[in-house]
Every structure is written in structure tokens, then in C-alpha cells.
């Protein structure tokens, strides 16, 4: 897929990642064959497009949101990112807004919701552009989450 995305990446061939797209974004996402988008952004951050929601529908793609913050960051925001993945409709691009949380949440959702080996869900995460300032802290997030499953 070809976008002007800033820190686009291809997870797989059903989940892409990045920072916050602007309105030619998603219209180059839809037509390239982007069925759906999930934004992790908090409702009113900075940067953020007030209409995405209206503009991702009105292109015919699903929109759902799971909000993550570091206040808001739950074993229950892992388990809706979780589903909104497996269950969402699929190419799916998700979105914070520079592309760390989408590493970070790809990281504990790898782990905690598929069984992945830590290390390389790590990997991968580290690959997205996870920024080490946050691998320590996601990492005890991973193991407090994983207690409590």
C-alpha cells in the first residue's frame, strides 16, 4: 500500500499502522482497498480530525475508536483493541497520533490476546517505531495485564 502516512507500517496483509491521517489520507486508503479504520486518539486531542468518523463512513469504510491514554490504558482497552482487530473488517488501518500507541497496543495485544512469544511481539513493536522512553513502561504494563487474565 502507498501512503503519505507519517510512520505507516504494515503489520500484515489485513493491519496497517500510523500517525493521524489527514483527509487525502483516507481517501487514498479507501481507494486502495482500506475497508475500515480504528483510532486510538482520545476524543478532542490535539490534532485530531473532528469529523474522521463522518469522513471514514462517507468513504464506505468502518470507524471505530478505542481511546488510549496513559490514564485510560486498561486490560479492557487491550481486550477492545483485540477485538476491534480480529472482528473488525479487514484491510484495517489503526491510528494514534504519531504511531506509538498503535505499537505499544500492538505489543500487549499480540501477548495477551494471541499467545504471542514477549520477545517478538516486542520485535514487532520495536519495528512500528515503539519509542524506547515507553518499552519500559508498556513491558510492566504487559505484566500486571497478564496477571490479572
Request: proline residues 6%.
Amino acid at each position: 500500500m502507498r501512503t503519505r502516512i507519517r510512520n505507516f507500517f504494515e503489520l500484515n496483509e489485513n493491519v496497517k499502522s500510523g500517525a493521524q491521517p489527514t483527509p487525502e489520507d483516507l481517501e487514498d486508503l479507501s481507494g486502495q482497498g482500506c475497508r475500515a479504520v480504528l483510532n486510538l486518539r482520545a476524543p478532542g486531542e490535539e490534532g485530531e480530525l473532528a469529523d474522521e468518523r463522518e469522513r471514514v463512513e462517507a468513504l464506505g469504510m468502518r470507524y471505530d475508536r478505542v481511546p488510549v491514554t496513559q490514564r485510560i490504558l486498561t486490560p479492557e482497552s487491550v481486550e477492545a483493541f483485540g477485538k476491534a482487530v480480529a472482528e473488525g473488517e479487514k484491510p484495517l488501518f489503526v491510528h494514534c497520533g504519531a504511531g506509538n500507541r498503535c505499537s505499544a497496543m500492538w505489543l500487549l495485544h499480540r501477548v495477551l490476546n494471541e499467545g504471542a512469544p514477549r520477545e517478538r511481539a516486542l520485535e514487532e513493536a520495536r519495528t512500528m517505531g515503539l519509542d524506547p522512553s515507553v518499552e519500559r513502561p508498556v513491558l510492566a504494563l504487559l505484566d500486571e495485564f497478564g496477571k490479572n487474565k
